[in-house]
Nanobody, 123 residues
Framework: QVQLVESGGGLVQAGGSLRLSCAAS????????MGWFRQTPGREREFVAG????????DYIDSVKGRFTISRDEIWNTVYLEMNSLIPEDTAVYYC????????????????WGQGTQVTVSS
C-alpha cells in the first residue's frame, strides 16, 4: 500500500524558514515525479514545486522561485521542500504527491497524496 506522510509544518514569522518532509512507502519512488501542492480555504489546490524521478529536474511556480527548494533522498524515499523567506501568502496546507505520468503541474496527474501539513506564516 502506497503511503505519503508529510511533516515539518508549523507557525513561523514572515521571513522565517521551514523544511517540509514527505516520507514515501509502499513502493520505490526513485523513478517517479514527486510534487508539492498547497491549498487555502476556498481556493483550488495549487502546484508549488516538482522534481522528476529520472534526471531530478525541478520545477517551481514563479512566486516561490529563489525561496523554495525541492529535493529528494532516494535512500530514504523522502522528498523535501525547503522554504525560506516565507511570506503570509505562503500560508496553506501543503501536500506532497507522486505521479507515474511524468512531470506535470496538474493535480489530476498525481495518483497518490499525503494527508497534508499546515504552514502558517504570521506577518
Amino acid at each position: 500500500q502506497v503511503q505519503l506522510v508529510e511533516s515539518g509544518g508549523g507557525l513561523v514569522q514572515a521571513g522565517g524558514s521551514l523544511r517540509l518532509s514527505c516520507a514515501a512507502s509502499g513502493r520505490t519512488f526513485r523513478w517517479y515525479t514527486m510534487g508539492w501542492f498547497r491549498q487555502t480555504p476556498g481556493r483550488e489546490r495549487e502546484f508549488v514545486a516538482g522534481i522528476s524521478g529520472s534526471a531530478g529536474t525541478t520545477d517551481y511556480i514563479d512566486s516561490v522561485k529563489g525561496r523554495f527548494t525541492i529535493s529528494r533522498d532516494e535512500i530514504w524515499n523522502t522528498v523535501y521542500l525547503e522554504m525560506n523567506s516565507l511570506i503570509p501568502e505562503d500560508t496553506a496546507v501543503y501536500y506532497c504527491a507522486t505521479s507515474t505520468r511524468g512531470s506535470s503541474r496538474r493535480g489530476d496527474q498525481y495518483g497518490y497524496w499525503g494527508q497534508g501539513t499546515q504552514v502558517t506564516v504570521s506577518s
